[in-house]
Each structure stands twice: as structure tokens, then as C-alpha cells.
């Protein structure tokens, strides 16, 4: 992301997408009709296209400086050269470009929609505190953004609350005998 924001300053279409993107973790096709009008406070509201769920995210940092600087005079932050909002597979295949134009080839707009899931995930947040930023409709939907990050997190925690036991005389546990010695059954 530092290859893009290098290429994209503060300032341009381009950063703000990034911003739009990464910041509140939406679809390419809610981030092209978010504007001021959705924009709250220190918050920006949005009705999801493809689930309806309505979300309330607080702005990030990042996505108010990115805000700061566009320009109050259309319906949609983002807008084309004509001026005229951006439709999901237009504004699609201009980030793809401005990816290429940073070195990021093969990058996509949906990438941002799942590092920002996985961003949240790598900071100890829970599944459902992801959910309430992506607005995705199930938790199986979450866990296939996050389930990497997830894994490492919780395995240095389990590595680090694990006991140290080997000053001390430690038994291995016995294996149990089953009760049914031929393979198992596989149900049809």
C-alpha cells in the first residue's frame, strides 16, 4: 500500500478510492454512491447494494485526511473525468490501473475490501466487530477474509499461555483404547 499512496498523493481521485476502500471495507459498488450526504460527524452511513444491511462506521484517520481534501460540489465523492458518478465496473477497472500505475499489478479494488478485514483481524478485533464494519451476512462469510490472520493471532497466543514445564517431570497422556477396533463407518 505504501507503492500506491507514493504514486497517489493525498489530493487525488485515486488516494481518496484507496481510502474509501480500506477505510469502511465496502463493496466497490457502495464506495462509488458514498458522498457528503452520508457523512456524519465523525461517521459516514451506508446502505449495502448487494445485502441492504445499513451500516455506521466511524471514519479512520486516514479516510478524514483523504476527506479533507475532495471537493463538496457532487453527489458522490468519487466522480469520473466528466464529473458523473462512477459505476461499479468503470470505477473498477480505473483503480486496476491506477494500480498498475503504482506497480501493483493484478491488484484489485476488492483486495482493499479484504485487507481491511484482515487489517482489523490482525489487531485482536472479533469476528463480529468485523462484521459490523463489512456488513458481510454471516460469520462464514467473515472467516474466509480473516482466517490467516486469525490463525497466526491465536496461535502465538496459544504458544505464549502455554506452561513451561520442562523443569519438571511431565506425563504424556495415554491414548485411550476405543472401543471399536475396525475402521470406521462412512455413512452413505
Known sequence: MAAYEKAHPIGTRARLAM???????????????MGWQHVHGNRITVQQSKTGAKLDIKIHKALADALAHTERTNMTFLVTEHGAPFTAAGFGNLFREWCDKAGLTGRSAHG?????????????????????????????????????????????????????????????????????????KVLK
Open 19 to 33: 481510502a474509501l476502500l480500506l477505510y469502511t471495507g465496502q463493496r466497490r459498488g457502495d464506495v462509488v454512491r
Open 112 to 184: 482493499l475490501r479484504k485487507a481491511a478485514a484482515r487489517r482489523v483481524a490482525e489487531a485482536g478485533r472479533s469476528t463480529k466487530q468485523i462484521q459490523a464494519v463489512t456488513g458481510h451476512s454471516t460469520l462464514q462469510e467473515v472467516d474466509r477474509y480473516t482466517r490467516a490472520a486469525d490463525q497466526a493471532r491465536l496461535a502465538d497466543e496459544a504458544i505464549d499461555a502455554m506452561p513451561d514445564r520442562s523443569d519438571r517431570e511431565q506425563n504424556f497422556p495415554n491414548r485411550k483404547r476405543r472401543l471399536d477396533k475396525t475402521a470406521r
